[in-house]
């Protein structure tokens, strides 16, 4: 009896660490779009409150406590060879201030992606994402952003900030802000 109350025992451990332990996976999802060109916010405006009255077509999202581990950003435009250069700013809610933790210059390619608000048919994934002014607790990594037609991610560690600012400071055109994370 002793040895079948065990094997109850370890099956259901090793059950709940399944739980426990996976990675799920969520879909992407649309964070906003902006179309307008800012200057980069001056440091005595990047509480949450004149960051957003000032640059309120950049696209600010906040996430729930701890839905993700890491964040993926993927970029759509509307034509291939668009440019957008991002300021990307973090802050631990509307009370907060934002710290920026890079800037990002991305260019549409070929692949065919979801319209925007302004490309009814198709547009395009961005296919070159550069990572400069990197000021993160850890590594800002680009997954296939050497412009090769294909779709280019972006992905951190969100270290325990949960809203986010993607201010343009160059925008060709309508560009797409999606997001996913584990």
């Known amino acids: 009896m002793k040895k079948v109350i065990i094997a109850i025992v370890v099956v259901l451990f090793v059950m709940g660490a399944t739980n426990v332990l ?4 969520f879909g992407w999802e649309t964070a ?3 179309t307008t060109a800012y200057t980069t916010p001056a440091v005595n405006e990047r509480d949450y409150t004149n960051l957003t009255a000032n640059h309120t077509d950049a696209v600010v999202f906040t996430l729930k406590p ?8 993927r970029f759509v435009v509307d034509d291939d060879g668009d440019d957008t250069v ?3 700013f973090a802050t631990k809610g ?7 933790i890079a800037t990002l210059t991305i260019k549409g390619g070929t692949q065919v992606g979801p319209d925007t608000s302004t490309d009814t048919t198709a547009a395009v994934f961005c ?15 680009v997954v296939d952003g050497a412009g090769a037609d294909r779709m280019s991610t972006i992905w951190w560690d969100m270290n325990g900030f949960n809203t986010w600012a993607f201010v343009g400071t160059t925008v ?4 797409l ?4 994370g584990h």
Not at 22 to 25: E, I, K, S
Not at 172 to 175: A, E, P
């Open 94 to 100: 509307i009370t907060d201030h934002f710290t920026r």
């Open 127 to 141: 296919d070159t994402i550069t990572v400069t002014n990197g000021n993160w607790i850890t590594a800002v990594t």
């Open 177 to 180: 802000v999606q997001i996913t």
């Open 66 to 73: 701890y839905r993700w581990n890491a964040i993926g950003v």
């Open 172 to 175: 060709d055109d309508t560009t």
């Open 86 to 88: 991002f300021d990307v």
């Open 32 to 34: 906003g779009e902006t």
């Open 22 to 25: 996976r990675t799920d996976d």
